[in-house]
């Protein structure tokens, strides 16, 4: 006998548990069907939380390299990164988070089946691996997300030419480690492994580093990869990878014209992520596609009365929807409040921050100058650096500034890019601003704190209006 | 110093007041914000404080007579002054000549005729929003800076954003519009015009009574002209027809016997009304054109529900207004109904509480009617009648059962709302509350 629930979650990462519990909050029946042995997803597994634990491993290292400057003093021998240790505590962390979404779930009565989903026809669901049987459902929510991507000039094989999925679980740091890919996910590991002590190249496409960012932003990254030691080739195109026992040779384009050979450890190939669709049955449940993502309209419906695709395997059909936990989650919060009758209102993607946590972090919503001067606004910027405050010398974070991107006819904040200490916390207040249709004198009115690294976001407004005080 | 005892501006669209009672007389001390006369306009009776303490020490508005607002009505005079004021119990004549030169002259009340003050306040509800009010209206810096380089009024925009707040969107389409096609919707008061047209004879009283016939004839309160006029209107403007449904209230009533308990510790009563209220305001949200007004050639779609529930008082009837109905939950409408029914009955409702209603519930099945056929309260365009909850045997399964029932009466205008969608918005009422999700 068929088990039914008001709605079938498919897929338990940051979209769809998020999605489960909002929708059991408001009193539907809820079953989410995994086909991983935890909760969580990509973010809590494979992504944002295990990253970010190496990169607090990477940061813990870098104070201590620099304990001298501190007056710390160390005994003697060079400090070294003990992987197993960094491996057991990251696990932990993850191992506590993926409990903590059991214990949600159990708290929300919602129903866990473990297994493999397939469409089955109108709201039905078959768990086809796993816990075999047939869900029932009035709703059904899509949110299986997204696996890396390679290109297709390169094989992986998951011990040379590998993916973010293995470069979490290195057992050894690399001597040499070339990425392939520049957006956040290559920077960060860039970050992490340069300060492990591998020596790294990033390789992009694209004329500059984290191509999706403010051009400053990109520039001064660079500025600071090449000061930490770390090669940059950008403009740069991989026509092939050769793994062996030893190591991986790689070929690329220059952009000089010329054609190179680089040899590593390890290939990290970091150059996107694709939807996760197979086995689903989607063109068979009559589930309208686009290059492979589930088209959505605005309020996450696909063209299947009754069934709803959140996250990163959608698109909008408005460009590059971004695959991140936190626009999974409230594009799940949506969808729930949505199916429970709830007013609802479509998400504005100009407002989404983005956070990557190389070395230096980045912090940035809204409009890049360029993305803004293409719409047409009349631009003005701002942009205060962040070593001039005393709460940066404090910290001996001396890299980095805000740039404020506004329009000059009415004074509104486009776009906010910060790069430099605590960038990914202090874009919190940008998102506000543009949320709240902030102007650039409303954030000059507002009260930074002092001695804070907040203050380089009022100085950049004032920047922006002409002269910034410390400056 | 004396105070003067002005009338007061009830509302913007308010420009005279009928005193109904003097709570205190000539001579009584007062202390301030301690009920001093009962006013009634055209939009609400209510009970005026006094601005100040001391003692009343003349009246120049007696009851029965109709000034414009800011009239001077009765003087107090400061507290250091009672010692000189007469013995308590002797009550001076209504003119007190010693504090009179304080009081301008020039804003006596005509002589007395409350029951041909012509309604002077038709047309004016569309009047310029005061300062305060364009305040009120949420919107953000953008939009106010955006208003100002553009000389925009904000309050005559309707906000899209959470709790109805003005965008840059909204504002943008707004000034387009106005430059666009100059004809802007959004600029008129929604009923305005519908309010305004020609009702000034209510057509009662065109048949006096016989002289020396057995009749006692008397003034009709405000109220009760304000009624009958609006009543009037409303069979003149609007082609009404009502449709009658059955519906099922066991599931309703079990739910209602589940948390009365819990109601009640949380200080309130759970009734069927806000059930009733939960489900029409769902089914509006489907079907929008039932929350519209018709203006000229225009449709004018409320984005807000503000529901209107109609509460009879001893010599009337008001409708006190729920505003955005539709972000509250069942306890949250249990209270605001239980507030407004209780504050209509106590006169404590500020006029702002009568007006923008969208839609109205009115429940003569609470003195034991089987169903009304309602008139709709202008410039909406439906009204529900709630007829009595009772059981009744029905046919379930084939078998005869007793159950809850109730008929529930849409009466709704015909002109903007078909036959077919008005029973389409009743189906889903009946459906809302024959399945009430009671999360």
């Known amino acids: 006998m068929a088990k039914s629930f008001d709605v079938v979650v498919i897929g338990a990462g940051t979209g769809g548990y998020v999605a489960a519990i909002r929708a059991a909050q408001l009193g539907k029946t809820v079953a989410v069907v995994e086909k991983q042995s935890a909760l969580g997803g990509t973010c809590l597994i494979w992504g944002c939380i295990p990253t970010k634990a190496l990169l607090e491993h990477a940061h813990a290292l870098k104070v201590i390299q620099h304990a001298a400057e501190w007056g710390v003093t160390i005994p003697p021998g060079s400090p070294a990164i003990n992987m197993p240790q960094v491996h057991a505590r990251k696990d932990k962390i993850v191992g506590g988070l993926t409990r903590g979404v059991e214990f949600l779930f159990k708290k929300n009565k919602i129903t866990w089946v473990k297994g493999t989903a397939r469409l089955a026809g109108s709201g039905k669901v078959d768990v086809v691996e796993g816990d075999k049987q047939t869900l029932e459902a009035r709703e059904i929510i899509i949110a299986t997300g997204s696996a890396p991507r390679s290109v297709p000039s390169v094989t992986i094989d998951h011990t040379r030419i590998i993916t973010s999925d293995e470069a979490i679980h290195l057992k050894e740091v690399p001597g040499s480690l070339v990425i392939l890919g520049s957006g956040a996910v290559g920077v960060e590991f860039a970050s992490i492994y340069r300060r492990f002590g591998s020596a790294v190249t990033i390789i992009e496409l694209l004329p500059r580093l984290v191509p999706v960012e403010d051009e400053a932003v990109s520039a001064e990254l660079e500025k600071s990869f090449k000061k930490q030691g770390i090669t940059v080739m950008t403009g740069t195109k991989v026509t092939r990878a050769t793994a062996s026992s030893s190591g991986v040779a790689i070929e690329a384009d220059t952009p000089d014209g010329k054609k190179s050979t680089i040899n590593a450890d390890v290939l990290l190939v970091a150059t996107g992520r694709g939807p996760v669709t197979t086995g689903l049955g989607l063109e068979e449940a009559g589930i309208t596609l686009e290059r492979g993502y589930i088209k959505v309209d605005e309020l996450y419906r696909t063209s299947v009365p009754g069934i709803s695709a959140i996250g990163d395997v959608i698109t909008l059909g408005t460009g590059v929807h971004p695959q991140l936990a936190h626009v999974s989650s409230m594009e799940g919060i949506i969808t729930a409040e949505r199916i429970a009758g709830q007013p609802v209102q479509p998400l504005n993607y100009d407002h989404v921050p983005g956070c990557t946590y190389c070395d230096p972090e980045i912090g940035s919503v809204g409009l890049t100058e360029a993305r803004a001067k293409e719409r047409g606004y009349d631009v003005r910027t701002g942009t205060f650096p962040f070593g001039v405050l005393g709460r940066a010398k404090m910290a001996g974070e001396s890299e980095g500034f805000v740039k404020i991107v506004a329009d000059k006819k009415y004074d509104e904040v486009l776009g906010v890019h910060m790069i430099g200490p605590r960038s990914t916390e202090l874009v919190a207040e940008a998102v506000l601003a543009l949320r709240l249709e902030c102007t650039v004198e409303e954030l000059i009115k507002t009260i930074h704190a002092h001695p804070t690294f907040s203050e380089a976001v009022g100085e950049a407004a004032h920047a922006a209006h002409g002269a910034a005080i410390h400056m | ?439």
């Open chain 2, 1 to 439: 110093m004396p105070t003067p005892v002005l009338m007061p501006q009830m509302g913007e669209s308010i420009a005279e007041g009928t005193i109904v009672r003097w709570i205190k007389k000539v001579g009584d001390a007062v202390d301030r914000d301690e009920p001093l006369f009962e006013i009634s306009t055209d939009k609400v009776d209510a009970e005026i404080p006094a601005p100040a303490a001391g003692v009343l020490t003349e009246i120049k508005v007696n009851e029965g007579e109709t000034v414009a607002v800011n009239s001077v009505v009765a003087t107090i005079g400061a507290a250091s002054e009672i010692s000189k004021q007469e013995p308590l119990g002797s009550a001076p004549p209504p003119a007190a000549p010693s504090l009179d030169s304080v009081v301008p002259r020039d804003v006596d009340a005509p002589p007395a005729k409350p029951a041909a003050t012509p309604r002077k306040t038709n047309g004016r509800t569309a009047a310029k929003p005061s300062e305060d009010d364009s305040r009120k209206q949420r919107s953000s810096p953008l939009v106010r800076r955006i208003a100002r380089d553009n000389d925009v009024d904000i309050s005559q925009i309707h906000g899209s954003g959470l709790g109805g707040r003005v965008t840059k969107n909204d504002i943008l389409e707004y000034i387009d519009s106005e430059t666009g096609t100059g004809d802007s919707l959004g600029a008129e008061a929604p009923g305005a015009k519908a309010a305004g047209s020609g009702t000034r004879d209510a057509g009662l009283g065109n048949r006096t009574a016989d002289p020396g016939s057995r009749v006692e004839i008397k003034p009709l309160s405000v109220m009760r002209k304000k009624i009958a006029e609006h009543m009037v209107m409303s069979r003149r403007t609007s082609a009404h027809v009502h449709s009658v449904f059955h519906v099922n209230f066991s599931t309703v009533e079990r739910i209602r016997q589940q948390k009365k308990a819990e109601y009640e510790q949380l200080g309130t009563k759970l009734t069927y009304m806000a059930f009733i209220a939960k489900a029409v305001v769902s089914a509006l949200r489907r079907f929008p054109i039932v929350n519209a007004s018709l203006d000229g050639d225009n449709v004018i779609y409320k984005k807000d529900i503000n529901l209107g529930i109609a509460v009879a008082l001893e010599s009337g009837l008001i409708v006190p207004v729920i505003k955005h109905a539709d972000e509250k939950n069942l306890l949250g409408l249990s209270r605001a109904i239980a507030d407004i029914a209780t504050r209509a009955r106590s006169k404590q409702l500020k006029p702002e509480e009568v007006h923008d209603g969208t839609f109205t519930i009115t429940n003569p099945g609470q003195f034991g009617s089987q169903f009304g056929m309602p008139i709709i309260n202008q410039p909406q365009v439906a009204i529900l009648g709630v007829g009595t909850i009772e059981k009744r045997p029905i046919v379930v399964d084939d078998a005869i059962a007793i159950r809850t029932m109730a008929y529930l009466t849409l009466g709704y205008d015909h002109r903007l709302v078909d036959g077919a969608t008005g029973d389409q918005f009743m189906s889903e009422v009946k459906q809302q509350l024959e399945n009430f999700d009671a999360q």
